[in-house]
């Protein structure tokens, strides 16, 4: 394109500018625009390519070089790198007082931390005791045994009726009886006279209640135990392993027993059984068989008849009631053909200890099993299992008609242990039978429970039968009593932990031996009338004192610790200090022996009720104990919360001041072994106890003279070096309540100024205005104590005090 044709395209853009009016109009000239164009190359070529791009770059961005350009060129580096001024010397003074200020106050920090670490922790104790003794109700609640179906009974509970009706015994006329003799017996232990036996006392008493079957119950218990005295140094249950006489006793038992009622039905028959003779066991079986069995009901039977009386039914009967002579006779009056049993039964009533011999045992059990098993005769089968201890399986359903003949017959077929034939029946052997494959579903024992009782306790399993007997209300009490006389004789085999449940079976023992914890049942008996009648409660946790608990303590003085806090009649229990310093008896002084007394329980209840927060309480507790560091300690504790408080009727400050009043009456002439600092601190808070109330009866002046005596409050600058020393060897306690004090003072420093104020008469009294300033002095010696006294005050404490002061100005 040549110029001539852009001339023409730039007049023709100007003509067209000049009709537009939304462009401004450019007055310049094609030479200016030349010109102007000719001095931007010039200045591009002179500042070469990357300061062109510089400005683009920047000017895109809405920067302005040039000017940033001069700015940079106006600044002056000259003074950059001069030296700095020196540093000032350290503050060494400033620098202590903060460290000193920062160690107080971490101090203080570290003191509010570890004390609400402290409660928290206390509280949590706390909690947790509280859900212990929740748990210990619940398992006393669940009272099944640990091993089968559980029965939880509602426990009695206590109600508002106890409290208002305090002296109403909770025992009935059964409990009430039972625990007579148990206050007899322990009377008897007590003195050191010879121990009666318990199972005949408390048999005896059962008789006046009228009841078969609780009769039947202690007869059974009579029976088995009578035996020889066992080790008292070894474990009952293995005693009780060892011993054979429980075997001939139940069978003992369960002969007599039947004998009873062989004579019950021959009595009922006199004219049709026609027993005649000299009375006898024999004559006695021979009418009875006689009574029982005729032409019509032989069928079956074997052999020879004695008398017209068969064989073998004879031979039965005078084994089931225990007379092997009679059976003998019977025998040899069968005729021939049993040498061999007649041998046996000579031997057994010849050598009664030593067993039978093995080889006539031996072709007894060989002529049953080859002609005797399948034989008609279901009394011959029988009295051949007897005797020679064989087929333990035979049930003799037709001979065996009731629980005891059953039982009778089992018993009879135990064979001493052995673990070389599974043939012989051993007394273990039959007690798993009784407990776990039969147990208590098999004997119907919810509708016959003394039937099921029977059953295991002549089966030696004491520990089973007086837990199934105890978790009815109808028989708990009884089973409380048989627990404590098995318990006394030795009997009674305990758990390794009081805390185990109420039958709890140990790895150690054999099976299936069961362990019973009589503290936990004796706790469980106790528990809904220890309030009402506290005297029968410590009865029976008397049973208790040769047990320990986990921390290992006698488990009668917890008991007794218990009972006290939860009856609160310390004085009932433990008796009540006398103001000559003696102690009137109380229900635990029958107690006293070398193991503990009445200091002893008292003092386990005082710590226990101050790990409560119980501090008034164990006061009492911890005076009857002889501690009275402890009492004088935890009654300073306690004053020093309420001293300054104005006394109300019946209020904790009022009994406080009472008890202290006691306290410092009995120390008065008397020595007491105490710590200095503890009498030092109670004496100061009896003074502290007038001083306020004077200063809330508004004797001011009094008030004042007992400040005076104690020498905590400077009254005058003099005293203010005085006063300082003296708060420095103070408790905690005082310094606790010393802000109230220095305020208590300064209140009645005011209302003096304010009295002596108000006598202004306008005429000059140079006295009144003496007074005036002497008042003055007090309250600046005060406020000087308060800002000097090494404690931190109560945030509004030294303002209160230095209000008052600008006052009396």
């Known amino acids: 394109m040549d110029f001539n044709s852009l001339l023409q395209q730039a007049q023709r853009l100007t003509n067209e500018t000049q009709n537009s009016e939304e462009l401004p109009r450019v007055e310049r000239t094609i030479s200016q625009v030349l010109q102007a164009t000719q001095e931007l190359h010039s200045r591009v070529t002179q500042t070469g390519a990357q300061d062109i791009q510089a400005h683009i770059l920047l000017g895109s961005k809405g920067i302005d070089l040039p000017k940033i350009s001069q700015k940079l060129e106006a600044l002056n580096a000259r003074k950059t790198f001069e030296p700095l001024d020196p540093i000032a010397d350290t503050d060494v003074r400033s620098f202590l007082k903060n460290e000193k200020e920062n160690a107080i106050l971490s101090m203080i920090e570290e003191v509010n931390r570890s004390t609400f670490e402290a409660a928290e922790k206390r509280r949590w104790e706390c909690v947790r005791n509280e859900w212990q003794q929740e748990k ?107 011993i054979t006489q429980f075997i001939d006793q139940a069978k003992k038992y369960l002969e007599n027993r039947y004998k009873l009622y062989m004579s019950t039905i021959i009595s009922s028959n006199l004219r049709e059984a026609q ?30 008849s004695i008398d017209n009386k068969p064989l073998w039914p004879m031979v039965y009967y005078c084994l089931r009631c225990g007379d092997v002579q009679s059976a003998l006779r019977c025998m040899q009056m069968g005729g021939a053909g049993h040498e061999d049993f007649i041998q046996v039964l000579e031997d057994k009533i010849n050598k009664p200890e030593q067993k039978i011999n093995s080889k006539l045992e031996g072709q007894l059990k060989l002529h049953y099993c080859n002609k005797i098993k399948n034989s008609t005769d279901p009394y011959k089968k029988a009295v051949y299992c007897i005797i020679a201890g064989c087929d333990i399986n035979e049930q003799h359903l037709e001979v065996a008609k009731t629980t005891d003949d059953f039982l009778w017959i089992q018993l009879s077929l135990l064979r001493p242990e052995s673990h070389d034939n599974a043939e012989v029946l051993t007394y273990s052997g039959l007690q798993t039978m009784i407990l776990e494959k039969y147990g208590e579903k098999h004997f119907n024992a919810s509708e016959q429970r003394h039937l099921y009782f029977q059953v295991l306790a002549l089966t030696g399993q004491f520990e089973a039968a007086i837990e199934f007997l105890a978790r009815t209300e109808q028989y708990r009490t009884h089973a409380v009593h048989i627990a404590l006389a098995l318990n006394e004789m030795f009997l009674i085999g305990g758990p390794r932990n009081v805390q185990e449940p109420l039958l709890s079976v140990d790895i150690e023992d054999p099976m299936p031996m069961r362990r019973l914890n009589i503290a936990r049942l004796v706790m469980l008996y106790v528990k809904k009338f220890e309030v009402t009648d506290p005297a029968e409660a410590l009865q029976y946790y ?5 047990l320990k608990d986990p921390e290992g303590r006698n488990l009668f003085l917890v008991c007794v610790s218990d009972l006290a806090i939860e009856c609160r009649n310390y004085d009932l229990i433990f008796g009540k200090m006398q103001p000559n310093g003696i102690m009137s ?30 501090f008034e309480d164990a006061i009492k507790l911890f005076d009857i104990a002889s501690m009275q560091n402890q009492s004088l300690r935890y009654l300073a504790i306690l004053l ?56 809330h009866e508004q004797k001011y002046q009094l008030a004042l003279e007992v400040l005076a005596n104690t020498k905590l409050v400077p009254l005058s600058m003099s005293e203010l070096e005085e006063c300082i020393n003296n708060f420095k060897r103070l408790g905690g306690e005082i310094c606790k309540v010393y802000p109230d004090i220095l305020l208590a003072a300064m209140d009645i420093l005011y209302a003096q100024y304010k009295s002596v104020k108000g006598r202004d008469t306008g ?23 308060a800002a000097t006294v090494p404690y931190r005050m109560p945030g509004d404490t030294n303002k209160r005090l230095v209000q008052t002061e600008i006052l009396m100005h």
């Open 136 to 242: 210990v109700k619940l398992l006393n609640s669940l009272i099944g045994p640990s091993q089968n179906w559980i029965d939880i009974q509602k426990l009695p509970e206590q109600t508002v009726l106890n409290e208002t009706f305090g002296s109403r015994s909770c025992l009935n006329r059964i409990e009430m009886a039972y625990a007579r003799e148990v206050y007899e017996y322990n009377t008897a232990i007590i003195k050191g006279a010879f121990r009666p036996n318990l199972i005949q006392k408390f048999a005896k008493v059962a008789e006046s209640f009228e009841d078969q079957k609780v009769t039947e119950i202690w007869e059974i218990m009579k029976y088995m135990v009578n035996i020889a005295p066992v080790s008292r140094n070894r474990d009952p249950i293995q005693n009780r392993t060892q």
């Open 275 to 304: 027993r005649g003779g000299v009375p006898s066991t024999f004559n006695l079986v021979s009418s009875f068989v006689g009574l029982t069995f005729n032409q019509s009901n032989c069928f079956g039977l074997q052999d020879a």
């Open 542 to 546: 008397f049973f208790l004192r040769n």
């Open 585 to 614: 008896g109380g229900l635990f002084e029958q107690f006293d022996c070398v193991e503990f007394d009445t200091r002893t329980a008292a003092g386990m209840a005082a710590e226990e009720l101050v790990n409560k927060g119980m």
């Open 640 to 695: 020093s919360q309420v001293v300054h408080q104005s006394s109300k009727k019946d209020s904790l400050r009022e009994r406080l001041t009472i008890m202290a009043a006691d306290f410092r009456e009995r120390m008065r002439g008397n020595r007491i072994e105490c710590d200095p600092q503890v009498i030092s601190t109670f004496n100061l808070l009896c003074e502290l106890v007038s001083f306020f109330d004077y200063y």
């Open 763 to 785: 005429i000059v009294d140079t006295g009144r205005d003496r007074q005036l300033q002497h008042l003055r002095e007090k309250a600046k010696a005060i406020t000087n104590m």
